[in-house]
């Protein structure tokens, strides 16, 4: 630990947490105002430059997808934090008489977050926003593959805060570990659970609490009561946005096997009313964000067709600029990769059913997932669904929109992630509830301590009886 290129700055952070976590409300919303002002204002457009550099996102995908996501995160904390860090009364029983009782949020201290590449502002600045307002100071290792955003988001930072009390770290995978070799009060990790399990490793060498958001499977089940027109519209827009290259994105799809044939065509007119059928072109149609990635969804292609299964569309690609055009494939089996790794990518398997109860079987022989789709007007088997199955979160009839409702906690559950983040929920995660108890006068307990005499077993007994 002592040769760690970043204790220093650790070391400074420590020193500084009591400043900035005694921080009044008033002042941490003026942080959070000068991040807001920074991402929507004064960097916008060139957040709009690096974007299109590292994943060829249009403008109007990094506004709703990367900028909107943290500045209504930073509005609806403003509305809220007042109350979210006063002090909560709590009830004091009656065998404590004589005090009362109360909970107060104090920050964490010195927090690490470690953010992915597919929406690398959004998943940096999100949790820096929860944790500056629950008062920690913070480091930030964003992701090495999206090298233009990271070294703009370094620039916002130094623009904004003293290294002490929030800093960036660029840098691959060896930064990450020497960061996570040091005794961090929190760690919030965005990321594969492959990596997950590694930062929970490393966590538990100092105790040091962990938010895991993770990613996996989501499916998307559809029944025969499900509009089928709307259905393919929502999900070829949920599955397209950032080219597919989204935790929550709907993995795959299970349909009730006779409508097969109309929900691909249904996919494929959805694809080209958004992209149009010189997709290659669309300003609206993001790329795979490097070589390694455009490899590794060109081979989970070539090993499902190797096995069987058909493209229904697509199926295109080009390696000049990590092209993969949006793919459906039909006829897979569970042998096949494309079923069993997570895809995060434009290919779409759309699997089939014949019975509903072949759905829960289908669900629950794979780890939870982060997401689970349902589209249906059938409230039985809704119910069903729901109630026999684990999900880190499920929307009916539609993809992705849970993401952007700020009362709502996000996270997955095991394999799908550890803890949860947005609005109260993000603040709570980087907070420390601390017990408060006050004694104002005697209390019963201290008409019972030793010597124990006939009198106050009686008391005891009647206290085990009574209260
Ligand atoms: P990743 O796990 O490969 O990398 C995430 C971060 O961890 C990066 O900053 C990287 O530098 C660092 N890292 C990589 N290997 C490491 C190691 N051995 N030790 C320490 N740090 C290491 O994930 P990714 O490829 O950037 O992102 C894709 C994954 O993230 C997908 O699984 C996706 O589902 C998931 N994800 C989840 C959410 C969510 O909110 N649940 C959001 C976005 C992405």
């Not at 500084?16 to 920074?38: C, D, F, M, P, W």
């Not at 992705?400 to 996270?411: A, E, S």
Request: glycine residues 6%; aromatic residues 10%; hydrophobic residues 35%.
């Amino acid at each position: 630990m002592f040769n760690n290129p970043f204790l220093k700055l650790f070391q400074e952070q420590q020193q500084h947490q009591y400043i900035v976590g005694n921080a009044t409300v008033k002042e941490r919303i003026r942080k959070l105002n000068s991040l807001k002002k920074a991402i929507q204002d004064t960097y916008r457009s060139q957040i709009h430059e690096t974007l299109k550099m590292d994943l060829n996102k249009s403008v109007t995908e990094t506004d709703l997808t990367e900028i909107y996501p943290v500045t209504s995160e930073i509005k609806f904390i403003k509305k809220h934090l007042w109350h979210w860090v006063k002090r909560k009364s709590v009830p004091t029983p009656l065998s404590l008489f004589g005090a009362s009782s109360y909970i107060k949020y104090e920050p964490k201290g010195v927090c690490l977050i470690i953010s992915p590449w597919n929406f690398p502002l959004n998943l940096t600045f999100g949790p820096l926003v929860s944790a500056i307002a629950a008062g920690n100071t913070v480091i930030l290792k964003p992701s090495e593959m999206t090298p233009n955003t990271s070294a703009l988001m370094k620039i916002i930072v130094q623009d904004l805060f003293d290294e002490n009390e929030v800093a960036l770290v660029e840098g691959e995978v060896e930064t990450a570990q020497h960061l996570l070799n040091l005794p961090f009060n929190h760690i919030f990790f965005t990321g594969s659970p492959a990596v997950g399990k590694i930062v929970m490793k490393a966590a538990s060498a100092h105790l040091s609490s962990v938010t895991l958001e993770l990613g996996g499977k989501s499916p998307a089940i559809i029944d025969d009561s499900a509009n089928l027109t709307t259905t393919a519209k929502r999900l070829i827009w949920g599955k397209l946005v950032n080219c597919g290259q989204t935790c929550i994105a709907p993995d795959y799809i299970m349909i009730k096997e006779n409508l097969l044939s109309d929900f691909t065509n249904l996919c494929k007119d959805a694809i080209e009313s958004y992209y149009s059928k010189n997709i290659e072109d669309s300003d609206s149609y993001g790329r795979i964000v490097n070589q390694n990635h455009y490899e590794r969804l060109k081979n989970l292609i070539d090993d499902a067709v190797s096995q069987g299964a058909n493209i229904a569309y697509g199926g295109n690609t080009n390696t000049s600029d990590n092209y993969i055009q949006p793919t459906l494939i039909t006829n897979c089996n569970m042998e096949m990769k494309i079923m069993q790794e997570e895809i995060f990518g434009p290919i779409l398997p759309i699997i089939t059913y014949k019975d509903a109860s072949e759905i829960l079987i289908h669900i629950n022989s794979n780890p939870k997932p982060l997401a689970l789709y349902v589209f249906s007007k059938r409230n039985f088997l809704i119910d069903n669904i729901v109630k026999n199955t684990r999900a880190g979160s499920t929307v009916i009839n539609n993809n992705l929109i849970q993401f952007n409702n700020h009362h709502l906690p996000f996270g997955g559950s095991n394999n799908s992630g550890i803890g949860k983040s947005h609005g109260f929920y993000g603040f709570k995660e980087f907070s420390n509830e601390r017990a408060f108890m006050k004694q104002h006068f005697k209390g019963i307990s201290e008409y019972v301590t030793p010597p124990y005499t006939s009198l106050k077993e009686k008391i005891a007994a009647l206290t085990v009886k009574w209260f």
